[in-house]
């Protein structure tokens, strides 16, 4: 294969890799100004934001790439690792602490398999994560996984609701 077809096939993997990537960027009108919600919506596509999309979005925006990665490290809710399919929250405010939010992040990690410094699972469906408070204390010991709110959770009842996922992943 001669090198001008090669850079040709090149460019359209690419293109294919970032065709939702260019829908976004073109759904904000290619506009610099709204960077907070494009990477966003590219985030909500991939789970995470790549390095190599953050570096597609600079050069399609105009703009230098460490603008786009400072805003991506500046905001908490943006991850620069995948997430899992299902986001495990475990709340460890004042309230949850005290009830043992600790024993459930514990349990969680040992069922999950999870390594130390590791918080996403192999496959990609499970990624827990720590919070300073959910605003539910009242309910302690709370989890949120994904918008589903879990109150007084014990070890057991975390895995019950994890299971009932894994179980729903596996019919479908």
């Keep these: 294969m001669t090198r001008e077809k090669e850079n040709i096939m090149t460019t359209a993997q690419t293109l294919r890799k970032f065709e939702k990537v260019c ?3 073109d759904g904000h009108g290619r506009d610099p100004a709204k960077l ?18 953050l570096a597609y979005v600079a050069t399609s925006l105009g703009l230098p790439p ?8 500046f905001y908490a809710h943006f991850a620069l690792k995948p997430k899992g399919k299902y986001v495990v929250h475990v709340c460890d405010g004042t309230a949850c ?5 600790d024993g459930l992040l514990v349990a969680i990690r040992k069922y999950l398999k999870l390594e130390p410094g590791k918080n996403t699972t192999p496959d990609l469906l499970f990624t827990v ?6 605003g539910a204390c ?35």
């Excluded at 907070?36 to 999309?53: D, S």
């Excluded at 460490?66 to 490290?73: D, F, K, M, S």
């Design 23 to 25: 829908e976004i960027l």
């Design 36 to 53: 907070v919600p494009i990477l966003q919506a590219v985030q909500a596509e991939y789970r995470y934001l790549p390095e190599e999309v």
């Design 66 to 73: 460490a603008r786009v990665y400072g805003v991506a490290t």
């Design 97 to 101: 602490h005290v009830k043992d939010s």
């Design 129 to 134: 994560e720590t919070v300073s408070c959910l």
């Design 138 to 172: 009242g309910l302690a010991p709370v989890m949120v996984i994904n918008e589903n709110v879990y109150g007084q959770m014990t070890p057991d009842a975390c895995i019950a609701a994890i299971n009932t996922i894994m179980e729903s992943e596996v019919a479908r």
